[in-house]
């Protein structure tokens, strides 16, 4: 059973930085494509990163390029998200997930609030 759970969220102030976890247990980081998504209060849930396979690579969201950084431990079977430069409207529950054998799975997510 495919199990993923978000920590590292926390408040913070405009300029800060946070490291988000995505722990993964009944699958290998790395034979999947892994995604962060984030939810804002009110807001649909928007992609924010994925890491490919294999090493294939990285791809962000716009808003996010140039601060967020997406990677992977295998030892751990965990992925990361470094955020940097952090704003306010950053603010989001914050949710890993992986497309595995035909279905979505996703974590219970972590909340991320950016405020001075």
């Known amino acids: 059973q495919v199990q993923l759970v978000e920590s590292g969220g926390g408040l913070v102030q405009p300029g800060d930085s946070l490291r988000l976890s995505c722990a993964a247990s009944?699958?290998?980081?790395?034979?999947?494509?892994t995604n962060w998504f984030r939810q804002a209060p009110g807001k649909e849930r928007e992609f924010v990163a994925r890491?490919?396979?294999?090493?294939?690579?990285?791809d962000y969201a716009d808003s996010v390029k140039g601060r967020f950084i997406i990677s992977r431990d295998y030892a751990k079977n965990t992925v990361y998200l470094q955020m940097n430069s952090l704003k306010s409207e950053d603010t989001a529950i914050y949710y890993c997930?992986?497309?595995?054998?035909?279905?979505?799975?996703w974590g219970r997510g972590t909340q991320v609030t950016v405020a001075s």
């Open positions: 997930n992986v497309f595995f054998r035909g279905h979505t799975h």
């Open positions: 009944g699958i290998m980081v790395g034979t999947v494509h």
């Open positions: 890491i490919l396979n294999g090493g294939a690579g990285t």
